[in-house]
């Protein structure tokens, strides 16, 4: 029987069962971000696919209106650009489950090792899904911030393509508005009588 308390042993069993359930947490929570970052990123290559097609077939217009019409899409290519690359530097870092040493691992199948008091060896755990948690933590914070850059980026890029279809849908209008009847002054009115 070994030197450890009760309180010892019934708490590194039960924060050890709680720092693992934490660790689980972290890492369902870093797949997560990893969906929504994933998601993200189809969205912005769909839309730069199609913003990048519209330029190689942007329709006939005046000079002002094309030039107007080159820079909305330029503008929606750099935020749809943008927004990608923060999606991909989400996804990038990896949290990881109980990280625990190498070295640490190989020991565990020794007899040494399985002999030791069942209370260290839950406590070696506990500190190993704290070390886990901590990192995983950093690790999600620093993709939760991308993704919510990413998001803020997306956003920009619909934004300039609802300037851009509103610009055109201005031209269209105007282009096919029946010309009003030129006006005659009052000296034509009298000529043609």
């Not at 909305?72 to 625990?100: D, H, K, M, N, W």
């Amino acid at each position: 029987m070994s030197d450890y308390s009760e309180h010892l042993r019934t708490n590194t069993s039960h924060l050890g069962e709680r720092a693992d359930a934490l660790n689980a947490q972290e890492v369902e929570r870093s797949r997560g971000l990893d969906n929504k970052a994933s998601g993200l990123l189809a969205v912005a290559v769909v839309l730069l696919a199609a913003a990048a097609g519209f330029a190689a077939q942007m329709p006939e217009g005046g000079e002002g209106a094309r030039a107007l019409w080159t820079i909305e899409v330029g503008v929606t290519l750099l935020f749809l650009i943008a927004a990608g690359a923060y999606a991909v530097s989400a996804i990038a870092p990896q949290s990881a489950y109980a990280r625990i040493h190498l070295d640490e691992l190989t020991l565990w199948g020794t007899e040494e090792y399985l002999d030791r008091d069942p209370t260290v060896v839950r406590g070696a755990l506990l500190n190993a899904d704290l070390e886990s948690v901590r990192l995983s933590r950093g690790v999600n914070a620093r993709k939760a911030s991308r993704l919510r850059r990413a998001t803020l980026l997306l956003g920009g890029a619909l934004t300039s393509i609802v300037a851009l279809t509103m610009s055109l849908a201005v031209h269209s209008a105007t282009e096919d508005a029946p010309t009003p009847p030129a006006k005659t002054s009052h000296t034509e009115r009298g000529r043609s009588r």
